[in-house]
């Protein structure tokens, strides 16, 4: 199983976002992306 195309340069942890969703409600920002939802290099 290895589909990955490492073509997207999302975030792979908040999908590009920037920030998750909380279930209880509001948003934490992207500690991996530091909220810019990029990969870093
Ligand atoms: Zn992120």
Request: charged share 20%.
């Amino acid at each position: 199983m290895s589909q990955y195309k490492g073509e997207n340069k999302e975030c792979p942890y908040c999908s590009g976002k920037g920030y998750f969703q909380l279930l209880l409600g509001g948003s934490e920002t992207c500690s991996c992306c530091g909220g810019s939802g990029k990969e870093k290099q």
